[in-house]
Nanobody
Framework: QVQLVESGGGSVQAGGSLTLSCAAS????????MGWFRQAPGKERERVAR????????YYADSVKGRFTISQDNAKNTVYLQMNSLNAEDTAMYYC????????????????????WGQGTQVTVSS
């Protein structure tokens, strides 16, 4: 079992920045793929970014590419999402998820089951 706890959400003006954190505990060695997702009211859940913890390879959705950065601190079992140049369309509940992927390509590009989820942290961007 893996427990995930997100933090760092809040309210920010358009153009501002936030950094989300996802602290993992439990059997973290079994989860080599970490992802950030978001869901706005009335919209489907959207994949935002992923990181393959084995080598730090990353994937970004087109909507956030160049503005968001996913990173990891293995010593702290924590994954971060640095969000810059935020706009109103980034307003959503942000969730961290973990899974075990057979290899890097699967983690970054395939549909995974995402066995573990955090409780979410709200990001609100005002224009």
């Amino acid at each position: 079992q893996v427990q995930l706890v997100e933090s760092g959400g809040g309210s920010v003006q358009a153009g501002g920045s936030l950094t989300l954190s996802c602290a993992a505990s439990g059997d973290t060695a079994s989860s080599n793929c970490m992802g950030w997702f978001r869901q706005a009211p009335g919209k489907e859940r959207e994949r935002v970014a992923r990181i393959y913890t084995g080598d730090g390879s990353t994937y970004y959705a087109d909507s956030v590419k160049g503005r968001f950065t996913i990173s990891q601190d293995n010593a702290k079992n924590t994954v971060y999402l640095q969000m810059n140049s935020l706009n109103a369309e980034d307003t959503a509940m942000y969730y961290c998820a973990a899974d075990s992927a057979p290899h890097r390509v699967a983690c970054l590009f395939h549909d995974l089951d995402w066995d573990y989820w955090g409780q979410g942290t709200q990001v609100t961007v005002s224009s």
